[in-house]
Nanobody
Framework: QVQLVESGGGLVQAGGSLRLSCAAS????????MAWYRQVPGKQREFVAL???????GYADSVKGRFTISRDAAKNTVYLQMNSLKPEDTAVYHC???????????????WGQGTQVTVSS
């Protein structure tokens, strides 16, 4: 079992930046792909970005060019650098871990509890 803990959320003005962190512990050898999703109350969970163990990355069109996902293998931590934030980026951001390269949340079996990001206009 893998435990994931997010941090780094907060309140920021539009155009600002935040960096989210996701620390993994437990049976991390089984995790080949890490991802970030976000969710607004009343809406479905939305894919944001993912990264493979080898460093390959993928992004949702809505964040491409503004967000960057990265990982530090030595620290078992994945990051999401968010720049040029917009009010529509406001959501709870969750990290997820799984064994399959996919943007479908059903392929991720480990989830963190999330961190709130609020972007004011």
């Amino acid at each position: 079992q893998v435990q994931l803990v997010e941090s780094g959320g907060g309140l920021v003005q539009a155009g600002g930046s935040l960096r989210l962190s996701c620390a993994a512990s437990g049976s991390i050898f089984s995790v080949n792909v890490m991802a970030w999703y976000r969710q607004v109350p009343g809406k479905q969970r939305e894919f944001v970005a993912l990264i493979s163990k080898g460093g390959t990355t993928g992004y949702a069109d809505s964040v491409k060019g503004r967000f960057t996902i990265s990982r530090d293998a030595a620290k078992n931590t994945v990051y999401l650098q968010m720049n040029s934030l917009k009010p529509e980026d406001t959501a709870v951001y969750h990290c997820a871990g799984g064994g399959t390269w996919s943007t479908n949340p059903g392929f991720f079996d480990s989830w963190g509890q999330g961190t709130q990001v609020t972007v004011s206009s």
